[in-house]
């Protein structure tokens, strides 16, 4: 027992993170025997006040990160030593990455707990492990209204500014199918006012909860999309379409790979016909914000009929406006996809040179030698790497009682990036 207790000394040469849970309650033995033994205490104003017997010194952590972690190198020259108190599990969304940047890795122990999410989906009775889990404390609020469609269940921490209420009135502003969405609204998780709440997310919208609460979604199966579904090469025949101006689905599943499109960013879509490139990105990608820009209006009415139907309207901006004008006011994009140019190509090509963000990439689709000519010329002559594939592709078709191969027109798809 006495080497046991030992081993339950907080050292003077590191700072010892120990995530509470939800309240000292959920403090293993060796958590609590850690804080008895600090020098200095340091956490926020409610996680100190469960500890206001101790005589270690007491410093609140609010916004003062850079006051704190000067106090705590001073301490550590000191041989002081230094507790961290935080909610939760300090490595989930907590304060523990950002000391072990500060601070370094052998300057860090890190003692784990449950996390908000662990303790908010038992209150409910759900299993987590298929949860989609998510924050909005101090950081832009997801685009929830997509990805309820694609999970069956989400858990999102919560702030003062993304309160419940904002966020329902977001969700429900961008769709308002979700209005039947269940969510349970869980506060003050193991203090003396703990209250689950169980709405639909219509009744949400007016209601104000504690600040300290977090919002689990359960969408119903019938807006649930299945998670099974990768959404790569949507049929042709899904989307609405002027006289088959659409990159098929055989081509389009090979330019998207070829886009090697990034987790968030922005993406272009130039020359977008009937927007299946920008729809079918967005669905591999929620995070993207996308542009779909168009020179003929009857396409662009399309292309929000497409957004519509495949619930992406959070991510795909629609533009009406001839190319490279209309880019000019546009977010720098991480990619670039020119599907069409109006004889546009190079005025279009050297205006995305210019906005094209670093280690971003350009894929054109081609029908003729004359465009893959001038665009490797053009890639060349900007010192950017270029490559091309010729895309010969053919479906059966039954003709009488016999089938046949027809072939589809051959696409080139030429692909320009910095990269060397």
Known sequence: MAARKAQLQVSPNTVSVVGMGMSPDDLSRKALAIIEAADILIGGKRHLSYFSQLPAEKLPLYKNFDQVIRSIKASLRKKKRIVVIASGDPGYHGIAGYLVKHLGKEAVEIIPNITTFQAAFAKI?????????????????????????????????????????????????????????????????????????????????????SSLNTMLFLPSASTTEDEGNMHLGIPDNLFSHQGGLITKDDMRIFTLAKLRLPREGVFWDVG????SIAVEAALLAPGLTIYAVEKYGKRVSDIKKNIKKFGVTGEVTPLLGEAPDILKGLPHPHRIFIGGTEGQLLPILRHCRRALLPAGQIVINAATLETVNAAVSFFDRAGWMSAVTLLNISKMK?????????????????EGSQDK
Request: glycine residues 8%.
């Open 125 to 209: 009775k759900e299993s987590w492990d298929d949860a989609l889990l998510l924050s909005a404390h101090g950081r832009p609020l997801p685009r929830l209204a997509s990805l309820l469609k694609k999970h069956r269940k989400i858990g999102l921490l919560t702030d003062q500014k993304n309160t419940p209420g904002a966020i329902a009135r977001q969700v429900l502003e961008k769709d308002p199918s979700l209005k039947a969405t269940t969510v349970f609204i869980v506060e003050q998780l193991g203090a003396q006012g703990e209250k689950v709440h169980k709405y639909l997310l219509k009744h949400v919208t007016n209601k104000t909860f």
């Open 398 to 414: 039954k003709i009488g009682t016999q089938k046949r191969f027809q072939p589809l027109n051959p696409i080139f798809v030429i």
């Open 272 to 275: 977008s016909g009937s927007g």
